[in-house]
C-alpha cells in the first residue's frame, strides 16, 4: 500500500487551472523531490495534500484512508485524523514570536493532543538534539538566525509524531550558509528513512538525497524517476531544458 496515493488532482483559482489532473503514488520512507518552474502548481499540490487548498477534483488517499475521494472530501473528524499523519516545514517558518522554541515545540501535542507538559519537553530536548539546537530550548524565534528557524521548524513538525514530513521550499528564504545547516537535517531525516514530500529548487540536494524527483509543469506532472535519470537521460525535451542548465550544479 502507497503511504500518498494521488489520482487526478484538480485545482482552480477562479478561471486560472493550477493542478489539471495530477496522479501520483508516494511509498514509505521514500523521500520525493517535486521541482519545477514558478507557477508549476508545485506548492499547491503539497498544500492539497494537507487540506490548506481544497482541489475540485480527484482523489487523495494517505495510508489507506481517504482525505478526498472523487472530489468529494471526508467528513472533519476523519480529514483532521487523516492530516495529523503529515508535518508540514514552512517557507517562512511560521513560528510563534511571542513564546520560546520550547513552548513553541510543546503547543500543538499539550494543546491539541493532550500529552503532559512534562512528557512534552522531554520529547522537545530530543527533538532539539537531533536538529543541532539544544542549547536553544529557552530562547525567543526573533533571536535565532533563518536557519536556526527553520530547524526548529523541522523540530516542531516532528513533535506530532507524522508518518509523513511536507517541505515548501524550506531553504528559499535563506542564504547559501544557513541553506546548509537545513539541508544536513533534511538529509539526516531521508538517512532514517522518514517519508518526506520536498518541493525545493535545490537541485544539488535533490539529486544526492531524493529517492524520486518529480518534474511538474503547467499544473501536471511532466516526467519522473531516480535522480540520476532525469539528469542523464530525460525522456522529455522539457525535462531535458529545465535540467540542463543544473546538470553541474
Known sequence: M?????????????TDLVLDGVDFCIDKGETV????????????????????????AGSICIEGEYLLKDGVYADEKTARRVCAKMGMVFQSFNLFPHISVMDNLIYAPVYVNGEAKEAARARGH?????????????????????????????ARA??????VLLFDEPTSALDPQLTGEVLA?????????????????????????ADRMVLM?????????PPDMLFDHPKDPRTQAFLQPLRHE
Not at 502507497?2 to 477562479?14: D, F, N, P, R, T
Not at 523531490?33 to 475540485?56: F, H, N, P, V, Y
Not at 509543469?217 to 524517476?225: A, D, K, L, R, V
Open 33 to 56: 523531490a517535486i521541482i519545477g518552474a514558478s507557477g508549476a502548481g508545485k506548492s499547491t499540490m503539497l498544500r492539497c495534500l494537507i487540506d490548506l487548498e481544497k482541489a475540485q
Open 126 to 154: 530530543e527533538h532539539l538534539q537531533m536538529v543541532g539546537l539544544a542549547d536553544k530550548a529557552d530562547a525567543m524565534p526573533n533571536d535565532l538566525s533563518g536557519g536556526q528557524k527553520q530547524r526548529v521548524a523541522i
Open 2 to 14: 502507497a503511504m500518498i496515493e494521488v489520482k487526478g488532482l484538480k485545482k482552480s483559482y477562479g
Open 217 to 225: 509543469g503547467e499544473g501536471n506532472i511532466i516526467e519522473q524517476g
Open 185 to 209: 537535517v533534511m538529509k539526516d531525516l531521508a538517512l532514517r528513512k522518514m517519508t518526506m514530500v520536498i518541493v525545493t529548487h535545490e537541485m544539488g540536494f535533490a539529486r544526492e538525497v
Open 158 to 163: 516532528m513533535m506530532m509524531n507524522p508518518d
